[in-house]
């Protein structure tokens, strides 16, 4: 076999190969036979809703000057662009740390205030653009969730389990993480 013959064999082999383990990861995540984090617990979770206008007291861009968005979540300890995904009842809806809060609830141990619209969808309700908060749901502002982080913001804050806003983790920066192995199956249903 020429060295050229040779080197076109040797690129579909790879291309086959490459192909096929690709197929076989996605085929392991669609499964959902697990995905890894950095850390898991629970917690309570608040909502709000920040579109700068003033009106349900919110103050403006969130902090990481992300505008707000379904999947923005705020924190009262982790560093902003800490990544993650939390589960109520079997669903499942990924969030990143956008903004700090909540301020005084999570010295009552709100630890995460989710955005409206991911609320809605996690309790069956819906996010009202009129009022930027959540109907159908009895009135409920705050639900017993469980969290996975998957990846730590590079900025300031406490990369462990969240802390009330009033202790100032939020504002330092924190160069040793926890490191607790992760692995968790997707939830059913």
């Known amino acids: 076999m020429s060295a050229r013959l040779r080197s076109i064999a040797l690129l579909a082999a790879s291309t086959?190969?490459?192909?096929?383990?690709?197929?076989?990861?996605?085929?392991?995540?669609?499964?959902?036979?697990g995905q890894r984090g950095?850390?898991?617990?629970?917690?309570?979770?608040?909502?709000?809703?920040?579109?700068?206008?003033?009106?349900?007291?919110?103050?403006?861009?969130?902090?990481?000057?992300?505008?707000?968005?379904?999947?923005?979540?705020?924190?009262?300890?982790?560093?902003?662009?800490?990544?993650?995904?939390?589960?109520y009842k079997g669903k499942k809806m990924p969030f990143f740390v956008g903004d700090r809060g909540p301020g005084d609830p999570s010295s009552r141990g709100v630890m995460l205030d989710l955005d409206a619209k991911t609320f809605a969808e996690l309790t069956g309700g819906r996010f009202n653009p009129e009022t930027l908060g959540v109907d159908g749901i009895g009135g409920e502002g705050h639900i017993k969730i469980?969290?996975?982080?998957?990846?730590?913001?590079?900025?300031?804050?406490?990369k462990n389990f969240p802390v009330a806003f009033s202790t100032g983790s939020w504002s330092e920066k924190d160069t040793n993480p926890v490191t607790q192995p992760v692995s968790v199956k997707k939830p059913t249903g």
Do not use: C, I, N
């Open 146 to 158: 469980d969290y996975v982080v998957t990846k730590w913001g590079d900025g300031v804050g406490r």
């Open 38 to 87: 950095v850390l898991q617990g629970s917690t309570t979770a608040s909502y709000f809703w920040d579109d700068s206008s003033g009106r349900a007291g919110d103050t403006g861009l969130p902090a990481a000057g992300k505008p707000m968005q379904k999947g923005l979540v705020a924190s009262p300890s982790w560093p902003l662009m800490t990544e993650g995904y939390v589960v």
């Open 16 to 33: 086959v190969t490459a192909l096929t383990v690709g197929s076989a990861a996605t085929a392991h995540a669609e499964t959902g036979t």
